[in-house]
């Protein structure tokens, strides 16, 4: 810059001993009317008059080149000046600065009537106390969670209802999930329209209105589903969220409101090809590293399905690094996917389902439903009604139990950017907590199982050793799932110690 300045300085300076030159007093023709007297005729002055011809044409010409000069020095200025505004980067050490983010992810939010009836306060709805332990698993750069339902589809709290009565959750659902940490939500899935298109835009606004974005649905411009890129730590991140479970408030929908959620054939090479579209779209956009979450449906499956592992292998080989499904309510044991992807070797996270972290769901079948009703059995009835009464308890057992998980993302030097470490935190939902009777707002409380497992005593928060001992073993339980991850999911806070298993049971 000031280099700039002193070439310009010298530009003037240039000009004005030019303009001496040809103005001086010698350097002209003098008129001899002006030497006469008072009584003579003087002929008019014109302007160039006493200026010699030649060096007015070389005036002329200094006085452009050095116009020019100074024209260009401002707007060369002013291109410096706005660049100084930008945050100064040292471009010596720009390869010493790799960049990265973390990505956390948890399970499903469905909260039953009975959990918004105990959130229910003379001041509204308080949820915090539900998910207060689950901003801690979730810290990250960029979060994501499901969420299975709408949002005060009516306004002002009108008609509010759990999953299991509406699936119209009340508008402080939102406000918590923003404070929880949950920057974006997965979205399509079959409870998306389960009050209607209307109740679906309404639903995103309230969320959108609350910092939270969703994945899969719009209520604005149906061709940018799924195609969104957004920058977390430098890298460009795709989202996307495709649903194969279909449902009546889906079919009644007219044409054009069905495409504004991602809906996707429940067939292996159809998601596949769908979500191969959109990637393609995603990184001509500027993604690098792409999520794709899929609502597959299996409600109370505890393996996933040929259906489940035949979309997630095409998925991953389509280019996807992390996908992430939800539908079960239980949590599934997650795999590593290691595909050829041009050139390039790589590998996809794949979480089948991670459970449900904010939900009081329970199992229903209609063969329990039909053999319960029954007054007279026979024998054989007896026994498979025996057996769907233990399938159902250990289905509501399992719907208590959760993980969330932690992916530290980077940028190699070599420019690819891939998952470098994984974690993991087992989430056990605590119901009639030892404060209910002092404070209904604890009644439910999601817990990180690893912060009480190895107390020498009950921790107060649990109302009695039962459910203390529940907590132990859903940690145990959810340890034993991610351990089939081939070792590349470990416990959070695993790396800090000297082994994993310091506090397993």
């Not at 495709?242 to 504004?260: F, G, H, P, R």
């Amino acid at each position: 810059m000031k280099k700039l300045i002193k070439t310009v300085v010298r530009g003037i300076a240039h000009i004005a001993v030019r303009l001496g030159h040809i103005f001086r007093k010698d350097g002209g023709v003098r008129n001899p009317a002006g030497q006469g007297t008072g009584n003579q005729a003087r002929p008019r002055k014109r302007l160039v008059d006493g200026v010699d011809a030649d060096r007015f044409t070389q005036l002329c010409v200094v006085l452009v080149v050095g116009f020019v000069t100074i024209i260009g020095a401002i707007l060369i200025s002013a291109a410096v000046n706005s660049g100084s505004r930008e945050i100064p980067v040292d471009s010596q050490n720009i390869e010493n600065r790799p960049d990265g983010l973390t990505l956390a992810i948890g399970g499903d939010i469905m909260p039953s009537q009975d959990m918004l009836d105990c959130a229910l306060g003379s001041g509204g709805y308080n949820f915090n106390n539900d998910l207060s332990e689950l901003a801690g698993p979730l810290s990250g750069d960029l979060t994501i969670a499901g969420l299975c339902g709408q949002i005060d589809v009516n306004s002002h709290n009108q008609g509010v209802g759990g999953f299991d009565n509406g699936m119209n959750y009340p508008d402080e659902l939102a406000a918590a999930l923003s404070q929880t940490g949950i920057n974006y939500v997965m979205g399509a899935n079959r409870w998306a329209f389960a009050n209607g298109y209307d109740g679906m835009c309404a639903s995103i606004t309230h969320l959108h209105t609350n910092s939270v974005g969703v994945i899969g649905l719009t209520n604005t411009d149906a061709r940018k589903i799924n195609t969104g890129v957004i920058r977390r730590g430098g890298i460009g991140i795709g989202l996307a969220c495709y649903n194969c479970v279909s449902s009546e408030a889906y079919e009644s929908l007219t044409d054009e409101q069905k495409t504004y959620i991602a809906q996707a054939e429940k067939d292996p090479d159809a998601l596949a090809e769908r979500a191969a579209a959109d990637m393609t779209k995603m990184r001509s956009g500027g993604a690098e590293f792409i999520v794709v979450c899929v609502n597959w449906g299996g409600a109370s499956t505890t393996e996933p399905s040929e259906f489940i592992k035949q979309a997630a292998k095409k998925i991953a080989e389509a280019g996807a690094d992390v996908i992430v499904g939800y539908g079960p309510y239980v949590t599934l044991a997650p795999e590593i996917i290691s595909y050829q992807f041009g050139s390039v070797e790589k590998e996809c996270y794949v979480f089948y389902s991670l459970g449900v972290m904010c939900g009081d769901n329970h199992y229903s079948s209609k063969t329990l439903d039909k053999l319960t009703g029954l007054k007279k059995l026979s024998d054989a009835q007896q026994k498979q009604l025996k057996a769907e009464k233990q399938k159902a308890a250990a289905a509501n057992k399992a719907m208590t139990r959760s993980m969330t998980v932690s992916l530290k993302v980077t940028r190699a030097r070599n420019g690819s950017v891939n998952v470098e470490s994984a974690t993991y935190s087992p989430i056990y939902l605590v119901k009639n907590t030892a404060q209910s009777e002092e404070n209904a707002h604890l009644s439910y409380i999601a817990v990180e199982a690893a912060k009480y497992i190895a107390a020498e005593e009950r921790p107060p928060i649990f109302a009695d050793d039962k459910q203390w001992q529940l907590c132990r073993e859903a940690y145990t339980a959810i340890c034993a799932l991610a351990d089939q991850a081939e070792g590349k999911l470990i416990p959070a806070g695993a790396a800090e110690t000297d082994s994993q298993t310091d506090t397993r049971i």
